[in-house]
């Protein structure tokens, strides 16, 4: 059996527009992620699923409850791969993911979905988890 590496896929939510087009993007995401061998956790596509069946959660969780929910799946992870999608540069889960990711050491590929395919993130991931790969890789 083949090693999939394990990533955590960082996308922003709360600072988009709209945020069924950002759980939709970031599902896509997981699933090309999955065909090019890289087996990937979302908080966003966790998270959403979770709040359609709990009002509680829905309503009742403030941005910390997330983070500290989200935070121990990012400490079990290969890598963290951060999707540049829009908003992504202003989104603070997305810099507290990204900080807690290099505090840990752990690899950060940087997917810019408009110039690379999920191959090539794949690629970066394994790259980056090689014993002389570097840390910081843009996919």
Known sequence: MTHHP?????SPYSDRRCRATAEAETAEAV???ARAG???WSPIVQGCAMTRADVVIREGWSHGDWMTWCLPWLARADALVLLMSEGWDRSRGVEIEETDAQARDLPVVYWDP???TAAHVAQA???ALA???AHETAA
């Open 6 to 10: 394990c990533v955590y896929l960082a």
């Open 38 to 40: 890289v087996s990937a």
């Open 31 to 33: 699933a090309e992620l």
């Open 114 to 116: 408009g110039l690379m």
């Open 131 to 133: 014993p002389d790969g």
């Open 125 to 127: 991931v394994r790259a």
